[in-house]
């Protein structure tokens, strides 16, 4: 697995230093093709930040455009549990994990 921290790759087995977001596979040509980014902030809100920051291309597949808003197809779980109702003020620590899940619909 190739970690990114600022655009640049961190060799395997180095210890986390920050959170781990780790990008869906559909949107990993988005990401440079990675896997997984390390990123910094005190909420998920702040990492997705960091995140979008880093690879600007996610922002619109994560936000609402007009409102800046998490897209409502977008659940982000911290530590394999969901966020919600929390979502972007739900606190991250140094060494947690996020991941970015999409929600489907239909019938």
């Known amino acids: 697995m190739t970690l990114i921290v600022n ?3 961190v060799p395997s087995g180095t210890k986390p230093v920050s959170i781990r977001v780790n990008i869906p596979w ?3 040509h ?5 896997e997984t ?9 702040e990492c997705l930040e960091h995140l979008t920051k880093q690879f600007p291309a996610l922002r ?10 998490l897209l409502y197809s977008v659940d982000i779980y911290v530590n394999r549990e969901s ?3 929390e979502l972007l003020d739900r606190p991250a620590a ?14």
């Open 37 to 45: 980014v390390l990123v910094e902030g005190s909420t998920a809100g």
């Open 30 to 34: 988005l990401a440079g093709g990675v």
């Open 26 to 28: 559909f949107l990993r």
């Open 7 to 9: 655009n640049a790759a």
């Open 60 to 69: 619109d597949r994560l936000f609402d455009t007009k409102t800046g808003k």
């Open 83 to 85: 966020s919600y109702p």
């Open 94 to 107: 140094d060494g947690d994990e996020i991941d970015i899940m999409f929600i489907i619909a239909g019938g």
